[in-house]
């Protein structure tokens, strides 16, 4: 069975369709040249947490646009 990572081409798509930008791509790939792909891991946890952090804060705004929607739809039900 062939692995999924058997090309750096894979690899190269992966960070593509993962979103990172030119820089992080070209880091990964410099480990991937070097059968190094234990090198990457710090940079795609750093990446992964950015972005986790993105979510969060995307959460906290729709958390509060729901809030402010159900007291909108409490006042125009006449506070019931």
């Known amino acids: 069975m062939a692995d999924a990572f058997d090309t750096p081409a894979l690899i190269y798509q ?21 059968g190094n792909l234990k090198g990457m891991l710090p940079i795609l946890q750093q990446y992964r947490k950015a972005l ?19 007291k909108i739809q409490k006042e125009m039900n006449g506070g019931l």
């Open 52 to 70: 986790l952090g993105t979510v969060r804060t995307g959460q906290k705004k729709i958390d509060c646009l729901d809030y402010l929607i159900y």
């Open 14 to 34: 992966n960070l593509k369709d993962a979103g990172c930008d030119i820089q992080t791509t070209e880091n990964c790939m410099s480990f991937v040249k070097a």
